[in-house]
């Protein structure tokens, strides 16, 4: 049976020489407070805690932290409140080789959540707050902040200020990339600007009332014209369109220790992977090295500590 021809990503990704970073992100950053349990409560039950530790993440935070772990120039946007976990979040950035030059802090509380992960399975279950005074705005970052790096990446934390960035990224040259989740004002105008969707499980029929996974990442695909429109299926691995072609990328059976951002994980990883390998890279191989990068992390507990340097995923892939 002949192999099927690789799929190009459509998109020519900028010279490294060409900006001073490789990745920004603008998003969320957190503070967790992860409790593993040996069976997920029920109401009006008590459970003694297993092991509890208070860990950085953040979806958008913790995937520059993969990037730069697996050897790339990152830079982080976002707010921190004055306070004891801001530094414990600014301060996990910066150790980590992370710019943090455009970040802010501000008098607000830093956002947290509190992380209820089975033992038995490694699934987490998240409680968040966020302080309205962490919002950042289009004009609180410079327009030269989004035109630093070869890829941009949002999530949804920030509509306005997101899709400002991904309008001036896009201009300049530079890939955009988000990190979306739930359907609310605002999103699809931002899609518009976004060349990889990568998408949770069960926004593409959210957004598109389509409830085969399939039909509705192919109708997401065909509405707002990404490069690469990708859907994330936890232990089932990933489901993405890039020309027309469906790719499914099955997930790698690892020992699932707390799954807590794997997904920030895959992102970071699918960034990581196009920068190395290029535009002439298939598709199919950087879905493969971001899966890879994601069930790597979920060997450790929290969203950060289980992330690889590019040898660990190297060895993983060879094995």
Known sequence: MLASPPVRIPFSLLDAPDRPFDVVGLGQN??????????????NTK?????????????VASAMVCCARLGWRARYVGRFGKDELGQIGLSSLESEGVDVAAAQTV???????IVLVDHRTGDRTVLWDRDPGLAIRPADVATDVWTSARV????????AA??????????????TVIDVEAVMPGVPALLRYIDVIIAS???????????????????MAREYGPAVACVTLGGSGSLAICQGREIR????EVPVVDSTGAGDAFRGGFISGYLQMG?????????????????????????????????????????
């Open 152 to 159: 941009l990446h949002v999530d949804c934390e920030d509509i």
């Open 201 to 219: 499980e069960s926004f593409p029929e959210r957004l598109t009332g389509h409830h085969d996974t399939g039909t509705a990442l192919a109708a």
């Open 30 to 43: 957190s503070v967790d407070l992860l409790a593993v349990v040996g069976t997920f409560p029920r109401s």
């Open 47 to 59: 459970h003694r805690i297993e092991t509890f530790a208070r860990l950085p993440g953040g979806q």
């Open 279 to 319: 535009p002439d890279a298939d598709v199919a191989d950087v879905l493969t090295y971001a899966t890879a990068v994601a069930a790597l992390k979920c060997r450790s507990l929290g969203a950060r500590d289980g992330l690889p340097r590019a040898a660990d995923v190297e060895q993983f892939l060879r094995r």
């Open 107 to 113: 008098e607000a509380r830093t956002r947290f959540a």
């Open 249 to 252: 990328t099955p997930a790698y």
């Open 162 to 175: 997101a899709t400002a960035a991904a309008k001036a990224a896009r201009v300049s040259g530079a890939l």
